[in-house]
């Protein structure tokens, strides 16, 4: 289960993303950037970034840890902005936070090179739980201590949009020609051998536990939340053993240089940074 924390102040909105996220502090003296059951895309998202972030982590992908957190819509009080006040008015109760990682910076494919084994992890993955939001348009992605980082998984799992046609959905292939990290030349066979094996149903089951009950019930055509979690660990174990099998991947995959300036690549230097200590493997 995710840790809970009780926001204790709104600091700003974050104008970037569609569903206007906001930078919270809480009562763990954490700063998050927190994501509102009251936004236009509705509570799913935060089912997903629960759901895909859970799992990314458990494959040893750097994704920023995720909380519970309570909001009082009272701290955004002297918040000026009328949009913003009136999506804290609707989101009272129980949110989503994602560690906020001050200093980091967005993803840039001229700026940053990436090895083609990370590059294959995160392509195998955001095929796993068909990521269609890590474009070279809108990379989700950010430099931090100079490793990559994974961010916004709300625009996964499409099926769960529509649970009659799931297990068609999940079975079909996943177009990564315009991936963020196609440039790399991403090593598909690689991470499939990896990490495929991990993705188990008890892994699976673990991290649909981690979703709150609240942001599961009354979905049409399931008597329960455990029938709903269930669901989501059905669609998602068989496409973790066939999907490498179905990425397409259109145009050239060779890896390109960083034409970032001299500066700035003493700083973003290719994955795994020099300056950590990794494992045999390559993890931090």
Same mark, same amino acid.
């Given at each position: 289960?995710?840790?809970?924390?009780?926001?204790?102040?709104?600091?700003?909105?974050?104008?970037?993303?569609?569903?206007?996220?906001?930078?919270?502090?809480?009562?763990?003296?954490?700063?998050?950037?927190?994501?509102?059951?009251?936004?236009?895309?509705?509570?799913?998202?935060?089912?997903?970034?629960?759901?895909?972030?859970?799992?990314?982590?458990?494959l040893g992908l750097r994704v920023p840890d995720l909380v519970q957190?309570?909001?009082?819509? =009272?701290?955004?009080?002297?918040?000026?902005?009328?949009?913003?006040?009136?999506?804290?008015?609707?989101?009272?109760?129980?949110?989503?936070?994602?560690?906020?990682?001050?200093?980091?910076?967005?993803?840039? &494919?001229?700026?940053?090179? =990436?090895?083609?084994?990370?590059?294959?992890?995160?392509?195998?993955?955001?095929?796993?739980?068909?990521? =269609?939001?890590? &474009?070279?348009?809108?990379?989700?992605?950010?430099?931090?201590?100079?490793?990559?980082?994974?961010?916004?998984?709300?625009?996964?799992?499409?099926?769960?949009?529509?649970?009659?046609? @799931?297990?068609? &959905?999940? $079975?079909?292939?996943?177009?990564? &020609?315009?991936? @963020?990290?196609?440039?790399? $030349?991403?090593?598909? $066979?690689? $991470?499939?051998?990896?990490?495929?094996?991990? =993705?188990?149903?008890?892994?699976?089951?673990?991290?649909?536990?981690?979703?709150?009950?609240?942001?599961?019930?009354?979905?049409?055509?399931?008597?329960?939340?455990?029938?709903?979690?269930?669901?989501?660990?059905?669609?998602?174990?068989?496409?973790?053993?066939?999907?490498?099998?179905?990425?397409?991947?259109?145009?050239?995959?060779?890896?390109?240089?960083?034409?970032?300036?001299?500066?700035?690549?003493?700083?973003?230097?290719?994955?795994?940074?020099?300056?950590?200590?990794?494992?045999?493997?390559?993890?931090?």
């Amino acid at each position: 289960m995710l840790d809970e924390v009780v926001a204790t102040r709104y600091v700003t909105p974050l104008r970037e993303g569609g569903s206007l996220p906001g930078i919270v502090e809480a009562d763990d003296l954490g700063t998050y950037v927190m994501k509102f059951t009251g936004a236009g895309q509705g509570r799913k998202t935060l089912v997903a970034e629960v759901i895909c972030g859970q799992l990314g982590r458990s494959l040893g992908l750097r994704v920023p840890d995720l909380v519970q957190i309570q909001l009082d819509p =009272v701290i955004g009080l002297a918040e000026p902005d009328q949009e913003v006040q009136e999506l804290l008015k609707a989101s009272g109760g129980l949110n989503l936070g994602m560690d906020f990682l001050p200093g980091s910076i967005g993803f840039d &494919s001229l700026a940053y090179q =990436v090895d083609p084994v990370e590059a294959g992890r995160v392509v195998w993955f955001d095929a796993l739980i068909n990521n =269609v939001d890590r &474009s070279w348009r809108n990379p989700n992605m950010l430099i931090w201590h100079g490793d990559l980082w994974l961010i916004d998984h709300g625009a996964t799992m499409i099926w769960h949009h529509n649970w009659p046609g @799931a297990q068609a &959905s999940a $079975a079909k292939p996943y177009n990564a &020609s315009d991936h @963020a990290l196609a440039p790399f $030349a991403p090593d598909i $066979a690689a $991470a499939a051998a990896e990490l495929a094996p991990l =993705v188990t149903e008890e892994l699976l089951t673990e991290v649909a536990a981690d979703v709150p009950d609240e942001w599961l019930v009354d979905e049409p055509g399931f008597d329960s939340t455990d029938e709903l979690r269930r669901a989501y660990v059905e669609a998602l174990l068989p496409r973790a053993a066939t999907i490498h099998e179905r990425i397409t991947m259109e145009g050239p995959t060779e890896p390109k240089p960083s034409q970032a300036p001299g500066w700035l690549t003493e700083h973003l230097t290719p994955w795994p940074h020099p300056t950590k200590k990794h494992d045999k493997d390559g993890r931090p």
